[in-house]
């Protein structure tokens, strides 16, 4: 089934409107259900899940998942269908992946061909690290390329890289935020922009939207924005938003791009041991205090876990200002924090489900957005979710 934006977007908002109880609550945060009363059996058909079949549907939610007897399953999945987006069938030269990480190369390597060029066109790179993606694009056209870029470190690095190459690339020191980004972009500019973030790509789309610049934009990490709350772009997301009563929050864009597919096992398999242990401390911290609620502890980057449970529960307590008993079984509230993590991660394939629409939606609230201001826009798949679950590709251009 084909289906334009408007229809997409307008049978998206009322889904996630109508199933919002289901999909907002963070299970790690209830010991109880935390959903209304009816889902009850939802749950103990989850909570039944088998390890196995748990880390299937987190890795493929909308085939074969016994949530169909629920919720609308079959209505996401035709939803976030998408094609993929057409490119030039060039392939470009290995030699061009030097001073690149294996995953970003490759993404490049995807992106770079659905990057269709007018001649009239320059192109600049949005946000732009150390320019891989500007390298790649001026070698490709044979063209100069101007790539923005906010932290100096990295555009001495990209300049560097762009002189042994001999590409023809001028990183420019810029804030994207700051008043004077728009002086870039002219009706003849087209940016690129690969993982720009949040804020980034919003300031992205409007500055584009103001000067008629076309875009390949793929966005990222939604949730990085100031506002707490999230203006939807377009004109028409605010009504339907409005409509439905979809409000939603800076926490729940997170959802959005929560998604471990392309993490190694080991990296997943020590998340979900540090997730465990957050959650024994959690069982601890409501018998200390005698409250049964949640109490947030801010995360650890990776490698600075304490070696044993106990520690990580005085660190924690310690960050929390709460005094620890002397004698502490440390093994039962440890074996608590396993019990609940399986239980959490199980309860989270409602989420899981709900992720993928949300994104999508996000990303047509920014196609709209470009559509009222009198662009012709393209939504599609960029590269597999394997290579970066980060894989829409939005391009657009004012005629
Ligand atoms: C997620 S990275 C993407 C980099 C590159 N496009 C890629 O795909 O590897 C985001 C980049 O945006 C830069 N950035 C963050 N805030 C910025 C700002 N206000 N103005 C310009 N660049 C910014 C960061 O320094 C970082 O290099």
Known sequence: MILDTPTRFARLTALL??????????????????????????????????????????????????????????LLAELVALDEMPGDKQGLPASWAAHIGGRKWQQIEAFVPRVTLRPEQHLVEWCAGKGHLARTLAR??????????????????????????????????????????????????????????????RRLIELSAEHGSALTLAPCCYHRTVAERYRPLSRRGRQLAETHGLVLEREDLAMAVQETVTAPRHVRQHREAANAWRLGFDALQRDVRDIDTYLPVPSLAYGQLPETFAGFCHWAACQKGLVLPTSVDWRVYEQAGRRRQAQVARLELVRQLFRRPLEIWLVLDRALRLEEAGFTVELGTFCPRELTPRNLLLRASRA
Do not use: K, Y
């Open 17 to 74: 409107a109508e199933w919002q109880a289901l999909w907002r609550p963070l299970p790690f945060m209830h010991r109880g259900l935390p959903w209304p009363a009816p889902f009850h059996s939802l749950e103990r058909r989850l909570l039944a899940l088998e390890d196995a079949e748990c880390e299937r549907l987190q890795a493929a939610p909308f085939i074969d998942s016994p949530l169909s007897d629920w919720l609308p399953v079959m």
């Open 140 to 201: 490709r056209h044979e063209m100069n390329v101007t790539a923005l870029e906010w932290q100096a470190g990295l555009c001495d690095a990209g300049t560097r890289l762009a002189e042994r190459q001999g590409a023809a690339v001028r990183l420019v020191h810029q804030d994207v935020m700051a008043a004077g980004a728009g002086e870039w972009l002219s009706s003849t500019t087209h940016v690129a922009a690969l993982h720009a973030c949040g804020d980034l790509h």
